[in-house]
């Protein structure tokens, strides 16, 4: 093939359009804190660019994008960009850009986990954390679903990272949360958002940068990319408005909880963009404000302080989004149908990915968690974690 010029600029545009998500997560994080933590969770989202970034180069891309060994992993072919050339040969864009839009997906993934993080996670213990995460967690989820791995084999689908990157960072939160333990006063007095505003701005960069993530994964200009755009945007926004009604039910309808259903939105219809109608859109990003909803409710209830609700949004909104791609695939937009189009197979593949993704994630990032809990404590002290994450972790602190 010849390079396309079209689909390489949509593909170059499209990874800085992902790229705004990360510091949008920190942004949408950092609002939700206390003051004194507002600085050190925007930190970890830029620090998790940076350590994702000089990881992929070295290793991460070719673990996940490099010839399979036994449908788990890539080999090491890669490795510090051997190999990776900047001619498309026969592909429409050149694979080097391929290797810069599949790091931003694995920075915003890290960036989404800190939500466990939050207000009382060292610095240095989230470094070695990130690393070993990405390197052992992420990497394979991506080789299994998009670098020729076992799920990408059997037939599961996964456009633009529901198992990926949402049931990875989202399930993989909550087992990092009960490593760590709750913060100090959790249940015993109020831990408001300190900046709301902020974190209205985080989603807003979020639900912009999310149209490159979905409709850029079409890796073309096309009609696919189109679709993918318009039911993008038409789960979160359903998703906003089911979340807001769900909330109201219950008490007011906060701004807060409304772009939290638009980014539950967002997150389930990740992985169907690709594949589902408007019609179906509608339907995955209602269930997705309202599950989502409900999901943050029982984490509240039981007293889990997974403290930013990765878990609720992006754990459990990227499973429902999993299995609704399995139920609502159609040909009509790709060419792959779904179970009510009577393709059982089809949902069984989706539901087997997605609970694969779901034990992996939990189990070794518990597993990961424990050991460099045990060999360098992943909290900071109780004098620091009272005195804030700014000032102990970084030196620095907001002017009054």
Partial sequence: MVLDSGATAWILAATALVFVMTPGVGFFYGGMVRRKNFISMIALSFLAFAL????????????????????????????????????????IYPPILFVMWQLVFATVTLAILTSACAERVKLSSFIVLGLLWTTLVYDPLAHWAWGGGWAMTLGSLDFAGGTVVHISSGFGALALALVIGKRIGFGKYAMEPHNIPMTLLGATMLWFGWFGFNSGSAL??????????????????????????????????????????????????TPAAGFVDTKAALVIGAVAGVLCYGCMLLRIGRGLDESLDA??????????????????????????????????????????????????????????????????????????????????????????
């Fill in 220 to 269: 073309t200009a096309d009609g696919l990319a189109g679709s993918a755009f318009l039911v993008t945007n038409t789960a979160a926004a359903i998703g906003a408005l089911a979340w807001l009604g769900a909330s109201w039910i219950h008490g007011k309808p906060s701004s807060l909880g409304m772009v939290s259903g638009g980014i539950a939105g967002l997150v389930a219809i």
């Fill in 311 to 400: 878990w609720a949004i992006h754990g459990m909104g990227g499973l429902w989004g999993a299995l609704a791609t399995g139920i609502f695939a159609t040909a009509a937009v790709n060419k792959y149908t779904g179970l009510i189009y009577g393709n059982v197979d089809q949902f069984i593949h989706n539901a087997m990915g997605a609970f694969a993704a779901v034990a992996y994630a939990f189990v070794v990032t518990y597993i990961l968690a424990t050991i460099v809990d045990k060999i360098m404590g992943l909290r900071v002290s109780e004098d620091e974690e009272y005195v804030g994450l700014d000032i102990s972790q970084h030196g620095e602190r907001i002017p009054n």
């Fill in 52 to 91: 994702v970034s000089v990881q992929w180069v070295i290793c991460g891309y070719s673990l996940a994008f490099g010839p399979d060994i036994s449908g788990f992993i890539g080999n090491l072919d890669y490795v510090l960009m051997n190999n990776v050339s900047m001619d498309a040969g026969d592909l």
